[in-house]
């Protein structure tokens, strides 16, 4: 009788293993397919702006990158920076200088546009953790001395890896438990929407609207 009661729990464990196993590889094969959607390429309009050399250009551009909190997340140098939690994600985010494993180098103006305003990589792929939804409203200009500020950065050796979902991170994803901010702002921006015009600095409401929107 005890036989047949623990031969019948296996089967019954085996079962729920086998079932676990399944909607494990089920969720990871759903997973990788939306992955590799999020972060495929993407054909966006990028219209080209006047980015001016100047000192107080670079001066104007170092303000915003400063307040738009650009060093808290590519930190005090824009070298970039990652972490990885084994098996589920790595997130790197990216050398913005001309050294070793950066985009500064590579990048021309229009590519800066894309990745700032737009949300894509000079690759044409999406980027996963950038605000772009947000830098979209930046006006013309203002988004003009923030390129011509980090076309200025000094070169920064730091190569990384790209961001990634492990296994556990593949099967997370389907079941919405991952952030939102690895989903790429490019999939929720309107590239055709207009674009605030920066009402004159200053101790404004105008002033002040734009610096919300932004």
Known sequence: MIRKILKWIGIVLGNLIGLLVLAFAILYI?????????????D?????ITISTDQASIAR???????????????????????????LVTLSIPNLTSGAGGVGDTNTDEDWVRAIRHGVGHDDRGLALMPSRVFYYLSDHDLGVLIAYLKSLPPVDNEMPPTDL?????VMLPLGQLPEAIVPNVT????????????????TVE???YLANT
């Open 30 to 42: 759903i997973g990788t397919v939306k992955w590799n959607k999020l972060h495929g390429k993407y």
């Open 61 to 87: 551009g170092e303000h915003i990158a400063t307040i738009r909190i650009c060093k808290e997340c590519h930190t005090e140098t824009l070298s970039g920076q990652f972490a990885t939690v084994p098996g």
């Open 166 to 170: 492990g296994p556990l991170g593949r």
């Open 207 to 209: 002033y002040g609207e």
């Open 188 to 203: 929720v921006i309107d590239h055709y929407a207009p674009r605030l015009v920066a009402p004159k600095p200053g101790v």
């Open 44 to 48: 966006v309009p990028v219209e080209m």
